[in-house]
């Protein structure tokens, strides 16, 4: 269970993007609690709001399929108005937390778990990190 950082979006590897939109749900259903996730209750509802319709922006715009069910059940009774400008969860999702999801993504590339091209977008669209840890 992981929310990777919201930086790398827009370049997950498509099992990674839809695992995170499962991983939502789980949170907007169950409440669910796990180490990697936690951090969320501790902030307000809007961030999560706003870094769901980044997740989802993202599929949308992929032409995947989102089933908004549990998201709206979620957020039913909020009159939140998204700002794609806003950085949600910002005092968690910093530079460690970006090198340590980026260390994550070159282990499942190391596995094969993600391509080469995927892992290459990545890499470019964070060029200054991966090379600062050397990978």
């Not at 839809?18 to 169950?30: A, P, T």
Request: aromatic share 16%.
């Amino acid at each position: 269970m992981r929310l990777w950082h919201n930086s790398l979006i827009k370049v997950l590897p498509r099992n990674q993007l839809l695992g995170q939109w499962r991983e939502l749900n789980s949170i907007f259903k169950l409440n669910n609690r796990h180490i990697l996730i936690n951090f969320v209750y501790d902030y307000p509802a809007f961030d999560l709001y706003c870094y769901s319709m980044n997740v989802i922006n993202e599929m949308k715009r992929r032409g995947y399929r989102v089933d908004m069910r549990n998201f709206n059940n979620r957020f039913e009774n909020n009159n939140f108005a998204y700002s794609s400008k806003y950085i949600p969860f910002e005092n968690k999702m910093n530079d460690t937390y970006l090198k340590i999801c980026i260390a994550n993504l070159y282990e499942k590339y190391l596995c094969h778990g993600i391509t080469e091209a995927e892992w290459q977008s990545i890499y470019n669209a964070h060029k200054d990190i991966t090379n600062s840890m050397n990978i």
